[in-house]
């Protein structure tokens, strides 16, 4: 099991990717934690926080909680965001606000917090979820496009920053999953994706978690600062 005795946060834990991201840490050994901002926890077996990413001062309770029960943390998932249709023409400020807090603030405020532990042991090891739509020219709304681009930045300047700590921040940039966005896209959208999608379908959630394990793994404990495309060869 590559996360034995691993001790996990991922934010956004109770559906979607953030489920499959729990699910799959957990059967490969680690000590598991998510956070939720709905009403439905979904692993029994993981410790369940609902505070929002924006919420400082429950994040940073959350965090002491945690630390005082595992004695640190060592894996950081960024999972939590959220993605609405709108074209530039109607969005209103309020809009791009949002979603720009959500995907990017919410990060910042939760690496920070987990990261002042990890400084202290000198290890850890930070993965963003990031998005193909923050890497490639893509057909998707103009602020979530640009929070994920931001999402890449953050990855590369904090790796830089920490990386003197022992402590590895690197990227996961799915494509279109077939139960995440897939799901909400209109058929010519998705039959115009798979046309230029090398292998021919879209990905699974739990084939994005197999490589989100990795890529926090100390089997990848030379890689930071990279941003990896998992789309398919679109």
């Keep these: 099991m590559r996360l034995r005795d691993k001790r996990a946060l991922v934010t956004g834990g109770s559906r979607g990717l953030g489920r499959a991201l729990c699910r ?6 680690a ?25 400082t001062e429950g994040t940073e309770r959350m965090v002491r909680e945690l630390e005082e029960a595992w004695g640190g943390i060592d894996i950081l998932v960024n999972n939590a965001g959220i993605l609405q249709h709108l ?10 606000d949002r979603v720009m807090d959500v995907n990017v603030k919410g990060a910042f405020l939760t690496s920070r917090a987990v990261l002042r532990g990890m400084i202290r042991r000198r290890s850890g090891a930070i993965l963003n979820i990031g998005s ?8 998707a709304p103009i602020h979530y496009c640009a929070s994920k681009a931001a999402v890449v930045g953050l990855t590369q300047s904090l790796a830089k920053e920490v990386a003197r700590y022992g ?6 940039a799915p494509g279109v999953l077939e139960d995440g966005v897939g799901r909400g896209l209109p058929a010519h959208r998705l039959a115009d994706y798979l046309k230029y999608c090398s292998l021919g379908r879209l990905g699974t959630l739990e084939e ?17 600062g990279e941003t990896v495309l998992m789309d398919g060869g679109v």
């Design 167 to 172: 402590i590895r921040v690197n990227c996961l």
């Design 208 to 224: 994005t978690a197999r490589l989100a394990a990795f890529l926090v793994s100390d089997a990848n404990s030379y890689m930071t």
């Design 24 to 29: 799959t840490f957990a059967a490969e050994g």
């Design 87 to 96: 074209p530039l023409a109607l969005l209103e400020e309020a809009d791009w």
């Design 132 to 139: 193909r739509a923050g890497v490639k020219m893509s057909e």
């Design 31 to 55: 000590r598991v934690a998510f956070t939720y901002s709905g009403e439905d926890p979904a692993a029994a077996d993981a410790k369940s926080f609902r505070v929002s990413v924006l919420d």
